[in-house]
């Protein structure tokens, strides 16, 4: 069984934008899975990489910390917010995903 996006990002034998080339495989010959368990994300983590691609790092490090993606979010989104060190749109991104979930 091949490798997915995610085992291959959690071991860092491949980069983040890599996900790119995933995503190409999986429309070339889907053999009847899911693009989110392709990828091996769950369907929450999925949601949240289309709502903003560049999710990618935190859903990797919520694995990696075996916590889940909307405390990690939540976490870091009120860290951006105390120092005002993101884009607005960034910002903007999180909080609308956290409130889909009921976290804000």
Sequence with gaps: MAMTFLK???????????IDDFVDRWHEQPGGKSLHDYLGLTKDEYAAWVQNPDIIPQ????RKLN??????LEAAYEDRLAARSDSGDRL???ERWLRQRGKR
């Design 59 to 62: 859903i990797v490090t919520a």
């Design 67 to 72: 916590r889940p993606l909307e405390d990690l």
């Design 92 to 94: 903007a991104s999180i």
């Design 8 to 18: 291959l990002a959690l071991t860092g034998k491949i980069m983040f934008d890599e």
